[in-house]
């Protein structure tokens, strides 16, 4: 059976395993039940005598599993005409508009999109999968909202069609794909091609503690590309400068007495999730995010059965994120820690509550694709890839004004993937699918004192983590 939507832009797809299942069930509805149904039609004939005959057109229902998917169950596919129907800044943004799933995505150049879906939610992401053709975006370093997909590494541009599979019923996927399996496919070109767009957008954005500004953004992009005999290339770049809403607030909570406490003015009396009152002094963690992508893409056809694709991509963010008091001295200075009065309540705002961050990074990915067929019918595919943490440092104030912080980085941390995969058929109505999977985590995290959070100078060692796994799998399905 299949589905669309009135806009003809999404098609859902279920492949039943047995149709009789559905026949079974409908017989087992109670008598009663039945008999009801056939009670009320016969009374609603009976009480119009003045029905005329309509003959409708005829529809036709047809089924087939020749060409089921390998991954059985409900799937979404989303074609470059139907991604061109919406306004696009980012990758993900193309998900926005998908059934039974959704984006943990809260402002343009958001770092931390996670996908959630039937059977994961929005702070899950060891239980998504995302390729982009065939090269793993997934990050599962860590399993939380920030470790998204790496997003970053394709420009919307390049985005020729997107597939969604639900569920995990298949062997072809690591066991991440439990929720949902998103594939990205980019194109190459078959002939010169080049473009650029240029996007400007803006938000006014108020809140009832007393925040109010103005928020404005921008993005470029632009892609090159030819073919020349057997080679085909694109290259594409993309810039995006965005400055996002308060994500939280700062809140003071009620102290005891304290003669030493500055009389304050503004901020707003509140209650926190349990009902306890708090005094929400401003809003914080507001970003502004500046990202570069760019990305080469080579392939070549080799022999009439055998192609090759080179992938390279590289991201890079500066991200600076701050807040603003809203409580105010008797001289109008601006009040963000300490013990504060406000109407004759003392409350205690933590040292903390406003200081500044930066967060730095810059990453790699590699990728080799080979497609192959054996004979008419049969398939196979080769992939490598790695991913690597080039640059990923996070400092933090210790508190506003204040030099001293603290210097997180993540830096060597990555993985490799290596995927070797076949198909064809095996008899009339069967598709057999065999492969071999290995992958290899690296997880470096050094957290270190600093006399300046802003620099790279580090000093002390707080805390530090790591970690190497290694999966192997090899599989065979019908």
Do not use: C
Not at 115 to 140: E, K
Not at 289 to 311: D, E, M, N, Y
């Amino acid at each position: 059976m299949a589905f669309s939507d009135l806009s003809g832009q999404y098609v859902l797809k279920h492949h039943p395993h047995d149709a009789s299942t559905h026949t079974a069930g409908f017989l087992r509805l109670p008598v009663a039940v039945l008999l009801t149904f056939a009670a009320t039609v016969s009374m609603a004939w009976a009480g119009d005598t003045d029905i005329q005959a309509v003959t409708l057109k005829g529809t036709t229902v047809t089924a087939t599993t020749a060409n089921a998917p390998p991954v059985q169950g409900a799937q979404v596919h989303i074609d470059r005409a139907a991604i061109e129907h919406h306004n696009i800044v980012e990758v993900e943004d193309v998900l926005a508009f998908t059934p039974n799933l959704t984006i943990r995505k809260r402002y343009i150049g958001d770092r931390n999109a996670i996908i959630g879906g039937r059977a994961s939610g929005t702070t899950q992401s060891a239980r998504s999968l995302v390729y982009a053709d065939g090269l793993l975006l997934s990050d599962f370093l860590d399993s939380g909202y920030a470790n998204p997909p790496r997003w970053g590494m394709v420009n919307a541009a390049d985005i020729e069609s997107i597939d969604i599979l639900y569920g995990p019923f298949s062997a072809l996927y690591p066991g991440n794909a439990m929720g949902t399996t998103v594939l990205l496919h980019t194109r190459m070109p078959d002939r010169f091609r080049a473009g650029a767009e240029a996007q400007v957008f803006s938000q006014h954005f108020s809140d009832a503690y007393g925040e109010d500004r103005h928020l404005a953004g921008h993005a470029g992009s632009a892609f090159l590309g030819n073919r020349h005999g057997r080679w085909r290339w694109e290259l594409s770049v993309s810039r995006l400068d965005n400055h996002g809403q308060p994500m939280s607030y700062a809140t003071a909570s009620k102290g005891s007495d304290d003669a030493t406490a500055t009389p304050v003015e503004g901020g707003a009396d509140d209650r926190n999730p349990d009902g306890n009152e708090r005094l929400v002094a401003g809003p914080v963690d507001m970003d502004h995010t500046r990202q570069t992508q760019a990305s080469l893409k080579v392939g070549v056809t080799l022999t009439p059965r055998l192609r090759a694709r080179f992938t390279l991509g590289w991201w890079h963010n500066r991200s600076d994120l701050h807040g603003r008091s809203l409580l105010r001295d008797a001289n109008g200075q601006v009040v963000d820690a300490g013990s504060i009065r406000v109407d004759g309540d003392t409350w205690t705002l933590p040292q903390d509550a406003f200081a500044p961050s930066r967060r730095q990074g810059s990453q790699r990915l590699l990728g080799l694709r080979l497609d192959g067929h054996v004979g008419a019918a049969w398939q196979w595919q080769a992939v490598a890839s790695r991913y690597d943490e080039l640059l990923a440092r996070e400092g933090d104030a210790a508190m506003p004004g204040a030099d001293a912080g603290t210097l997180a980085d993540n830096g060597g941390s990555g993985w490799w993937t290596w995927d070797l995969r076949t198909h064809g058929p095996l008899g009339p109505d069967n598709t057999l699918y065999a492969g071999v999977h290995l992958d290899r985590y690296l997880l470096d995290s050094r957290v270190h004192a600093t006399d300046d959070w802003r620099s790279e100078g580090q000093g002390a060692l707080l805390s530090a983590f790591g970690g190497r796994t290694t999966t192997g799998a090899v599989y065979v399905q019908d």
